[in-house]
T-cell receptor, first 116, second 114 residues
Framework: GDSVTQMEGPVTLSEEAFLTINCTYTATGYPSLFWYVQYPGEGLQLLLKATKADDKGSNKGFEATYRKETTSFHLEKGSVQVSDSAVYFCALSDRPGSGNTGKLIFGQGTTLQVKP | NAGVTQTPKFQVLKTGQSMTLQCAQD?????MYWYRQDPGMGLRLIYYSASEGTTDKGEVPNGYNVSRLNKREFSLRLESAAPSQTSVYFC?????????????FGDGTRLSIL
């Protein structure tokens, strides 16, 4: 079945450091890909998305590019802030049809801690 | 503010008790979902409702039932709670079932079963 694998955390960085969180996926067909962020005590919020190969999603300085050749969707940010400390989830959504149902499948989450 | 509202936010139950988690969205979304979040396991889908009047099992449906009361509301029921159901439960909704639209999440219900 479809699956998403994220790098294990926690990831600890100093403020203004470069961030990469790796995400790879296994899916039949052509899924949409998402990054969600969860701040302490809150629900998940959409950070960015990409719906087809070579698309780049971006938001709040974060970027991720849909790489079909490497089945990856790595999250990057050039300069992290303390306020970016949160749990980040990579997810895919199959398109309905051919046995798929359009549901979200999540990776296990990566905790990011940014120190001043 | 528009969004997904879950009640209650916290609950402690004894083994064998029953309860219903409530979820309502005011974004005129067609599809709604219930997930559970456990440490190191991401979110796992319990049940979903692609549209009003339909419900289907997700990855981990055992021990749960759902009701899509109307377009806005989607409830999750634990008939006989077990300690293994201690978790954080999230409700989510999305406009359609194409897989292209992001899901919007509530703030969660933190459920402990003793």
């Amino acid at each position: 079945g479809d699956s998403v694998t994220q790098m294990e955390g926690p990831v600890t960085l100093s403020e203004e450091a470069f961030l990469t969180i790796n995400c790879t996926y296994t899916a039949t067909g052509y899924p949409s890909l998402f990054w969600y962020v969860q701040y302490p005590g809150e629900g998940l919020q959409l950070l960015l998305k990409a719906t087809k190969a070579d698309d780049k999603g971006s938001n709040k300085g974060f970027e991720a590019t849909y790489r079909k050749e490497t089945t990856s969707f790595h999250l990057e940010k050039g300069s992290v802030q303390v306020s970016d400390s949160a749990v980040y989830f990579c997810a895919l959504s199959d398109r309905p049809g051919s046995g798929n149902t359009g549901k979200l499948i999540f990776g296990q989450g990566t905790t990011l801690q940014v120190k001043p | 503010n528009a969004g997904v509202t879950q009640t209650p936010k916290f609950q402690v139950l004894k083994t064998g008790q029953s309860m219903t988690l409530q979820c309502a969205q005011d974004m005129n979304h067609n599809s709604m979902y219930w997930y559970r979040q456990d440490p190191g396991m991401g979110l796992r889908l319990i049940y979903y409702s692609a549209s009003e009047g339909t419900t289907d099992k997700g990855e981990v449906p055992n021990g749960y039932n759902v009701s899509r009361l109307n377009k806005r509301e989607f409830s999750l029921r634990l008939e006989s709670a077990a300690p293994s159901q201690t978790s954080v439960y999230f409700c989510a909704s999305t406009f359609d079932f194409t897989g292209n639209q992001p899901q919007h999440f509530g703030d969660g219900t933190r459920l402990s079963i003793l």
